[in-house]
């Protein structure tokens, strides 16, 4: 069933049923007590008219007075006196009238009521000042029973069927507004194809479900983006890169077994094809490495990583691969919480992406000062690293993160353009992000943020 008509089905069962209950609860209080009030006026002029009629007129006066002013004629009312002891009644064709349970129910129990039809009885026993015991009864007819409850019967039916016809019309409303924001949604990504794997869903100010699903949505976004961008670039980026060093010692080869040639020269070709095969096999490792980092979650080793330890371990590992280097760490902003510090990660790609960056800065600045900062908020750790070096120009911002892409003002420095984009989809399987900013020979800072105690890897 669709989900609309699904909403419009429930609210209307819902809706119904409420209102068949709390109209069925206020027609049956209403009718009660009407009957029960009915009964009790009944019974008071029972008594007034057991003292007019049967005790000394002298000593009911006053009795009468009230009666007669404040006591009006009810619809058909009639009064049945009932000698008790064997006295003879005054009229014996009206009381044989009266419901026949009537009588023996108040000579035993003091009082009784009964109804034939619209025609309501009450009476009670009374017993004169000369010790004679009559049942004394009234009745008459119910007016309110049958007129007001009747109305009130149709009003609420009436309200029923408006409230029915009320709830369909805003029902079809809400479940229209309940199911706009899902067909936004579903508007919105059937716009995202192949071609604009970059697109996301705008995510709205109002935390609800639906801001969950566009927040998890986009980050299934950046791991599809990642891991197709990577499968795209990978053949066309290997056969292009490895062609190279590949073609470099096929020539070489060739070339020296062309002809007998002297020692010096054969040792001068395999110390050629040996550098290039050291290229080869460089490129293939980095290509490697970037292949894996398609967020392909199941194959990532997890484990708590103390950022700052991972830091002080970049350090002193890119020393001693180079003594060159200058890094200086700045810890003054860690916070009191060593707790902070911690995230859920693969450690050996956190430190591949991390030391990409650092050797970036320290090669770019021509090994001058590199520093790195480390500081953390409630929800996430920021790496700050800033370099003094050559910057990249604005224009070409926008392809730093393309396999083998190289700025313009960086073809004297070795390099194959696989370190960055490497280093953020590392970034990027942690649900972290990572954003540069640079200035043309003033430098670059870099700046990775990573979710504390994330486990979503």
């Known amino acids: 069933m669709n ?24 027609y049956y209080s209403i009718s009660q007590f009407s009957l029960t009030d009915f009964y009790k006026r009944l019974e008071i002029r029972a008594a007034v008219m057991a003292k007019v009629k049967l005790d000394d007129p002298n000593d009911v006066n006053s009795i009468k007075e009230v009666g007669q002013e404040y006591l009006e004629i009810l619809p058909n009312q009639i009064e049945y006196i009932v000698p008790v002891d064997g006295q003879s ?13 009537l009588v023996p129910e108040v000579v035993s129990n003091g009082a009784g009521k009964a109804r034939n039809g619209n025609t309501f009885y009450s009476g009670i026993l009374y017993e004169t000042q000369q010790n004679k015991r009559f049942v004394v009864v009234v009745s008459a007819e119910n007016y309110f029973y049958t007129h007001h409850i009747a109305y009130l019967r ?3 039916l009436a309200s029923l069927i408006i409230g029915i016809l009320l709830i369909v019309f805003l029902s079809f409303v809400i479940s229209k507004s309940l199911i706009r924001p899902i067909k936004n949604v579903v ?6 194809g192949t071609e604009n794997l970059h697109h996301r869903l705008g995510i709205p100010a109002i935390d609800d479900p639906l801001s969950d699903l566009r927040i998890t949505f986009n980050d299934m976004l950046n791991r599809l983006e990642t891991s197709f961008e990577t499968q795209k670039n990978f053949i066309s980026n290997a056969s ?30 395999l110390s050629k094809i040996l550098n290039e095969a050291e290229k080869l096999d460089k490129k293939t490792k980095a290509l490697l490495y970037l292949a894996r980092t398609g967020f392909d979650g199941k194959s990532q080793r997890l484990e708590k990583v ?10 002193e590992n890119l020393l001693e691969f180079n003594h060159t280097f200058k890094i200086s760490i700045d810890f003054s902003l860690l916070p009191e919480n060593p707790e902070k510090l911690k995230i859920k990660g693969n450690e ?12 970036n800065a320290c090669k770019y600045s021509n090994n001058n000062q590199v520093y790195i900062a480390l500081g953390a908020t409630e929800d996430e750790v920021h790496i700050v690293i800033k370099d003094s070096g050559i910057g990249i120009p604005e224009n070409e911002l926008q392809y730093i993160y393309d396999p083998y892409f190289r700025a313009s003002n960086a073809a004297s420095y070795e390099g194959y353009g696989i370190g960055l984009p490497l280093s953020r989809n590392i970034v990027r399987i942690h649900n972290g992000s990572l954003q540069i900013k640079s200035e043309l020979n003033k430098g670059t800072t870099v700046q990775i943020n990573l979710p504390v105690g994330n486990y979503k890897l």
């Open 187 to 192: 508007t919105e990504v059937k716009k995202i």
């Open 89 to 101: 009644a005054e009229n014996d064709s009206l009381i044989n009238t009266l419901p026949k349970e």
């Open 240 to 269: 292009h890169e490895l062609n190279t060093p590949l073609t470099s010692i096929i020539g070489e080869a060739d070339l020296v077994l062309s002809k007998e040639r002297e020692v010096e020269q054969y040792k001068k070709s």
């Open 306 to 315: 103390r950022i700052d330890q991972l830091i002080l371990d970049v350090q």
């Open 154 to 156: 149709n009003l609420l």
């Open 348 to 359: 050996e790609l956190l430190h591949l992406a991390l030391s990409n960056i650092v050797i």
């Open 3 to 26: 989900i609309r008509y699904r909403i419009i089905y429930i609210l209307i069962t819902a809706f119904v049923l409420y209102s068949v209950l709390s109209s069925g609860f206020i």
